[in-house]
């Protein structure tokens, strides 16, 4: 896996999804991709403490870079808030 290349495609799926992201006072940023294909990112802003975020970052944010990135295997936060 070319790292650098997965790094640009991944920077490429958190752009188009930043505005959406702005828009609730959220945010989201890549922290490192990891040797096994799992890209770990760090959620910011009002996705620091929602209780959305976990929807947010499976279904939107590994959704878009698994079809940019399709080596991606999978996407996590070093921060996700816990889930009661």
């Known amino acids: 896996m070319d790292k650098k290349s997965v790094e640009s495609k991944v920077h490429t799926a958190l752009e188009q999804l930043r505005p959406f992201l702005h828009a609730d006072g959220g945010d989201m940023e890549l922290v490192e991709i990891q040797d096994d294909g799992t890209v770990v990112v760090r959620l910011m802003g009002a996705c620091s403490d929602c209780s959305m975020s976990m929807m947010t970052l ?14 991606v295997k999978a996407v996590v936060a070093m921060n996700m808030p816990e889930m009661v």
Request: no cysteine; hydrophobic share 35%; aromatic share 0%.
């Open 58 to 71: 499976k279904a939107g944010l590994e959704e878009a870079i698994k079809k940019t990135a399709p080596e």
